[in-house]
């Protein structure tokens, strides 16, 4: 199938299929449980839960009564768990299937800051992110019809004095604001969540998620993912507020299975590290993924990060319609061969050789340069300059089939000025390095550098620079059946617009009236 038949498909897959899977969740857990087959609410009040001031000697009875409640909904048959307004210190709490847990407008879960009120969770099998995940605010596995909804908050408390890095624990091991392992027909929607001491929610092997309208912010604690997506198939990630020190939405492949039919629309993102990324885990791989309409803002890695590094496969990806208000990188397209190996239960597979392949990217707007920083914790973290955008594989494997359509790049700067020297440096493989635009070095091109790719398609691309810079402005090495069709470029320095290396075959450039230098 071609590059654009698999787009149709992808796209009915991605906006008929999921959405209606979406929508049959919300609607069985989001309609009054007094009206559907006489569920009852369980006022977490009403099971001795008492609203304070933040006092962390409420935390025991709290916790406490919030689980009676939990339990005493899921033995009913199932139903709504309501949190009234105020703030409420609590440790773990444990969502049970059938359960909707229901923050009322005003309503707070405020988490303790002693990691010894977080008890510690295995998934039932072995798998690599064991040495990341553990604990949680909000814990859930193997639950089905399991629902997190309203205007109320979930307050990670990373912002008070804690002890959630300590050198005698694993760095993984602090508490996430929300862990759901093994769920189906999840729901999440509405709620705000804040100050995170790790990922701020992930999402492992579940199937069937709905993650709508919710908000994260002040989440500047190390490792502060907004979403994880692990492992998960049947996800759509929608009309978000994401604001974090990491990476806003991240798929994650850990297991064979990887990522499956993911759609990312409509969400409004910030991220000091990457605002939608693939991997870096990737063992798993990803597959048939939906990321559209998307607006990201002063994100200081990259726009757009789809990366395979350990042995899996990308593939069936469409990536349009974003618009980038200062980001450090554009669209960074990478795969490398670190290759962790995968586990499934006990069992440790090696691999090998990943593949990346069928992306279609297309109307993209993006503004390069140095992003705002609102506070100190932000100021002392992640300050890389700005790079290049990249499409790279690796000596003997390449990237394939891949289409960038109707793009405007406008470099306003964010990285010292370049000279022709360093459109002449060697640039290193590092095929088993940390993923990331500045993984390289300074590139060959200011706009993008394409290397070890085969079947690469540019149209429409139009790049721009405000500041000198000798390099051109799109560098191909070792690309090969490629055709590069109206490039237009603007340049202080007068570089050209496409430089093609003796090791490229069968590229198509179409001559002045399409690379032409402004």
């Known amino acids: 199938m071609s590059i654009a038949g698999r787009a149709i498909a992808m796209t009915l897959v991605a906006v008929l299929l999921l959405p209606a899977v979406a929508a049959a969740a919300e609607n069985e857990t989001t309609v009054s ?50 949190v009234p307004p105020g703030t409420f210190p609590t440790a773990t709490i444990v969502l049970k299937s059938n359960v909707t847990l229901h923050l009322e407008k005003g309503a707070v879960l405020l988490g303790s800051p002693a990691i010894k009120n977080y008890p510690f969770y295995r998934p039932a099998r072995r798998r690599r992110y064991d040495v990341h995940m553990g604990r949680s605010l909000v814990f859930a596995q193997g639950a089905d019809r399991v629902s997190i909804t309203g205007q109320g908050t979930l307050d990670g408390n990373s912002k008070t004095k804690n002890d ?10 602090r508490p996430t ?16 969540m804040t100050s995170a001491g790790f990922w701020t929610s992930a999402y492992t092997m579940c199937r069937n998620v709905h993650i709508d309208g919710i908000r994260i912010t002040d989440s500047t604690f190390m490792n502060n993912d907004g979403c994880d997506i692990c492992d998960c198939e049947n996800v759509v ?19 064979p299975g990887g990522c499956k039919n993911v759609v990312v629309r409509n ?50 990806v469409i990536v349009r319609n974003i618009t980038m208000d200062v980001v450090g990188t554009p669209i960074f397209i990478k795969l490398g061969d670190r290759n962790r190996a995968l586990y499934d239960g006990s069992t440790k597979f090696p691999v090998a050789g990943g593949v990346l392949c069928d992306v279609r990217i297309s109307g993209i707007t ?42 405007c790049i406008t470099i306003r700067g964010g990285f010292p000025r370049r000279t022709a020297a360093d459109a002449g440096r060697t640039v290193p493989e590092n095929s088993r390095g ?11 091109a200011y706009g993008f550098y394409v290397r070890h790719a085969k079947d690469v398609r540019m149209n429409n691309v139009e790049i721009s620079i405000a500041q000198e810079d000798g390099r051109p402005a799109i560098v191909l090495d070792d690309v090969h059946d490629s055709s590069f069709e109206r490039i237009t470029t603007q340049s202080v320095s007068k570089t050209p617009a496409l430089a093609v290396k003796p090791n490229c075959t069968n590229v198509d450039v179409d001559g002045d009236k399409a690379a032409r230098v402004k």
């Open 434 to 444: 940390y993923p990331e635009n500045r993984m390289f070095g300074p590139l060959l």
């Open 177 to 192: 604001i929300l862990w759901l392992d093994e769920c189906t027909n999840v729901l999440v929607q509405g709620v705000t």
């Open 33 to 82: 449980p007094a009206v559907i087959d006489g569920q009852r609410q369980f006022n977490v009040v009403d099971f001795g839960a008492v609203a304070s001031a933040g006092d962390l000697d409420d935390v025991p009875r709290n916790t406490n009564a919030i689980q009676k409640a939990i339990d005493a909904c899921a033995a009913s048959g199932g139903g709504r768990v309501v």
């Open 267 to 316: 969400n409004r993102l910030r991220s000091l590290c990457n605002a939608i990324k693939t991997g870096t885990d990737s063992s798993g791989g990803f597959q048939n993924l939906l990321i559209e309409n998307n607006h990201v803002h002063q994100t200081g890695i990259a726009g757009i990060a789809l990366e395979i590094t350990d042995g899996g496969t990308m593939q069936n």
């Open 164 to 173: 959630f890095i300590a050198p005698e624990r694993a760095n993984g091991h």
């Open 366 to 407: 993006a503004v390069v340069d140095s992003i705002q920083r609102h506070n100190a914790d932000e100021r002392r973290m992640h300050n890389y300059a700005c790079y290049a955008s990249s499409i790279t594989g690796f000596p003997g494997h390449r990237v394939e089939r891949i289409d960038i359509e109707d793009v």
């Open 237 to 255: 990630i929608e009309n978000c507020d994401i604001d974090c020190l990491d990476d806003a939405i991240c798929l994650k492949g850990f297991m």
